[in-house]
Structure formats: structure tokens, C-alpha cells
């Protein structure tokens, strides 16, 4: 079977050699149609980079959190799990070491305290974030003391960064905000002293600050679950890391169903997906018309080579040439007028696609570049073989139905 295939391919681009130009414009509707296709997706996936790369700019949907899962759904009710998993710096460095995807972690904890205002003593309600060091997600800077550092984290310092709302609460009216550095807060039964101030933010809704995780850690009093975030390089990288994180954490607690809850903001990345696809749907259906009139050309092509070649063919047959081996060659040269003309309309595509991309790059803010992919020359490969299949189906049995002594007489 293979023999006889390649065989026939060789045959069939022997003939296509002998009328190579004959071919060529025979298949020109083919070739527009396939250079449409192969500028369409790559445009198409060059504004879906864009809008991947644009969503991941103004939300978090590269970052993921690990929650220790602390409750179970046990008899109706909601109960405490008697083992948890722990979420350490140890344990998220060796899944990250294991994890195939480019990623950073950062360790936090949360929680909603009631502090006492040390000039009033009045009571006042902040939330405090315990992070681990150095800060590595995007924050406020600081704009009056300093920042948190890796040594405060090594050393046990008892220090926090504070919001401006937060700042103003603990200086006295007519005060500035730096007259907040030096103030201390008790948080968790320990004095915080305050070393730096955040630059104001339009969305403080709430008194806050920071503080090194390792402070915390130390604190036995205090009621709190470590967290994680984890920050994926690519937003592609996000499903199936989530994925990965979840099986890591289940095959080092076995004991434990779902130990931790790992939770991605990545429906607007889905809603994306869906959209391009509908829209390359929609398109290639309307541009499958423009490849179905090249397909006719491709029809018409081995019509006429079967007329000019009868002759030929019947005295194939009569020496011996069965009509199958007649039909695999025909419907070999039909995939390979096909292969061909979609070769040159790939290459018609990419020249139409590069100054395409440069004018779309002119009416919208960002740069734009049209994207090549792998599933991009697999679509053009599928549409070849099933072009030269379909079209050179009807010319192929006609060929191999050909009575040999008729077309003898046709000489």
C-alpha cells in the first residue's frame, strides 16, 4: 500500500512538472483562498495575543491563590478537618521546582483586627497582611520611611508598612502623614512600630497594613492560615498550572481529599477563548467559500489532464494497470496540486499578513504583530488533503472506469 502510494506521488508530480504554469493558474482560486485563510487566523491570533497580553496588564488572571482548605462538608454540616495541609516556604519552593511552568511564589496571611488608637483609644477595625519577603506582587509604593526587606523577614522585626488611611488615623489633626513613622500598633498582642507609608490610593476602603509573615509566625496566639500566590509568566499557563498545583497537593496529603483550594481569576481569559473561536469559525466558513472555488479549478485541472491523457491510460490498463492503481494515481496528483497550491497561498498569506499587521498597529494602542502558529500550518495541511481528496474524487473514478480499449481508440 505504501509503495504504491509513493508510486503514485511520484508519477503525479512528474506530470505536474511537465505543466507546471498550466497548474498553477488552474489552482490561482485555491491559492487566493488559502492566502486569505492563512492572513485571517494569524491576525486573528495576533489580536488575541494582543488582548491576552492586555487583560494580563489590568487584572491578576496570571495569579493564582493556594487556600489551606480548614472545613469539610461532613453530614449535612459544615465541620473543622482534624489534618490540615501546610503551605510553607519549603513545600511551595519544591512544588515550584517540579511545576512546568515559569512561576514566583509569594506566602501571605490575612485578617480584620481591632486595634487601639493610641493618641484616642478608641477602638479601631484594620486588616493586616502578613507577606513573605521580598514583596514580589505590584504595590503601592512607599512614599514617606521605607519598605519591608528580606532582613526585617530574617530578623523577626517588628515592623509595618501602613496605608495613607491608616497614617492619617494615627497622627493628630494638622499633622502629615509622616509624623506617622515611629507610632506603634498593637497587632496580635504585639507593638508594631510603623517605618513606612504607602503612596494614597483612590480605592482605601479600609485601614491597613503589612507586615513581615515571619512576625506572625511566632505569634502563637494568633489565628490565622497561611496563603500563597502564585504568579504564572504566561496567562496560558494558568489552567493547567492550576491543575498541576492541585494533584502536587493532593499526592503529598493523600490522606486529606482536596487539601488546599487553588482559585484562578481566568474566566475573562475564558470568555476570550470563546469569542476567537466563534470569530474563526465564522470566518473560515466564509472564507471556505473562496477555497471551495479554488477546489473547482483543482476539479478542472484533472478533467483535462484525464482528456489529454486517454490514450495514455488505456494503455495502462491493458498492460496491466489495475483502476485502483489508476484511481490512487489521480487522486495522488490531486492532493499534490492541492499541497502546492496551498504552499503558494501560505506564502501569499504571510506576505499579505505582515503589512496588515503594520497597518492595524496604526488605529490601536499597543503594538501589533501577526501571529504564525503550528495550529495555523496543521489548518492549511488539513485543507490541503481534504481539497485534493474531495475535488479529485469525481476525475479519479472517471479515470479508473475508463474502458482501456475505448481509450486506445481515442489515439
Not at 512538472?17 to 493558474?25: A, E, S
Not at 489534618?83 to 490575612?110: C, G, H, K, V, W
Not at 469569542?275 to 466558513?285: D, H, K, P, Q, S
Not at 482528456?307 to 490531486?334: D, H, M, V, Y
Amino acid at each position: 500500500m505504501v509503495t504504491t502510494l509513493r508510486l503514485a506521488f511520484a508519477e503525479a508530480i512528474d506530470n505536474l512538472r511537465n505543466n507546471f504554469f498550466h497548474t498553477v493558474l488552474s489552482v490561482m482560486g485555491m491559492i487566493v483562498g488559502v492566502a486569505a485563510l492563512v492572513t485571517m487566523l494569524s491576525i486573528i491570533d495576533g489580536l488575541e495575543l494582543l488582548a491576552r497580553r492586555s487583560i494580563a496588564d489590568r487584572s491578576s488572571v496570571t495569579t493564582v491563590n493556594v487556600l489551606q482548605r480548614t472545613t469539610q462538608s461532613l453530614d449535612g454540616l459544615v465541620v473543622p478537618m482534624a489534618t490540615t495541609a501546610s503551605i510553607t516556604s519549603e513545600n511551595m519552593r519544591a512544588m515550584l521546582d517540579e511545576l512546568p511552568y515559569a512561576a514566583t511564589f509569594q506566602l501571605y496571611a490575612t485578617n480584620d483586627v481591632t486595634v487601639t488608637d493610641p493618641h484616642t483609644g478608641v477602638p479601631m477595625g484594620m486588616r493586616y497582611a502578613a507577606l513573605s519577603l521580598p514583596i514580589l506582587r505590584d504595590v503601592a509604593p512607599v512614599v514617606i520611611g521605607r519598605d519591608l526587606t528580606e532582613s526585617d523577614e530574617v530578623n523577626f522585626a517588628p515592623v509595618i508598612v501602613v496605608n495613607s488611611s491608616l497614617a492619617r488615623r494615627l497622627t493628630q489633626e494638622g499633622e502629615l502623614a509622616q509624623a506617622a513613622l515611629g507610632r506603634f500598633i498593637n497587632i496580635e498582642g504585639q507593638d508594631m512600630e510603623v517605618v513606612g507609608v504607602r503612596e494614597p490610593q483612590e480605592n482605601e476602603y479600609y485601614l491597613q497594613a503589612e507586615m513581615p509573615l515571619s512576625v506572625l509566625s511566632r505569634n502563637t496566639d494568633a489565628d490565622y492560615s497561611t496563603k500563597a500566590y502564585i504568579d504564572f509568566e504566561r496567562v496560558e499557563d494558568v489552567r493547567p498550572g492550576q491543575t498541576f498545583i492541585e494533584d502536587w497537593f493532593q499526592g503529598q496529603y493523600p490522606q486529606i481529599t482536596e487539601p488546599v483550594e487553588v482559585k484562578a481569576n481566568i474566566s475573562a481569559v475564558e470568555d476570550l477563548e470563546e469569542g476567537f473561536l466563534l470569530f474563526r469559525v465564522v470566518m473560515g466558513l466564509l472564507i471556505g467559500i473562496a477555497v471551495a472555488v479554488g477546489g473547482l479549478g483543482l476539479m478542472n485541472v484533472l478533467l483535462m489532464s484525464i482528456t489529454n491523457r486517454t490514450p495514455e491510460i488505456g494503455i495502462r490498463k491493458a498492460t496491466g494497470a489495475t483502476p485502483r492503481r489508476i484511481l490512487l494515481q489521480f487522486l495522488a496528483e490531486s492532493v499534490a496540486i492541492s499541497c502546492i497550491g496551498c504552499v503558494f497561498g501560505l506564502i501569499l498569506g504571510a506576505l499579505l499578513a505582515i503589512p496588515s499587521a503594520a497597518i492595524i498597529s496604526q488605529f490601536i494602542d499597543g503594538e501589533f504583530e501577526a501571529v504564525f502558529t503550528i495550529r495555523t500550518l496543521a489548518i492549511i495541511s488539513v485543507v490541503a488533503i481534504i481539497s485534493g481528496i474531495a475535488f479529485g474524487t469525481y476525475p479519479a473514478r472517471r479515470a479508473a472506469r475508463l474502458d482501456p480499449v475505448a481509450a486506445i481508440q481515442r489515439s
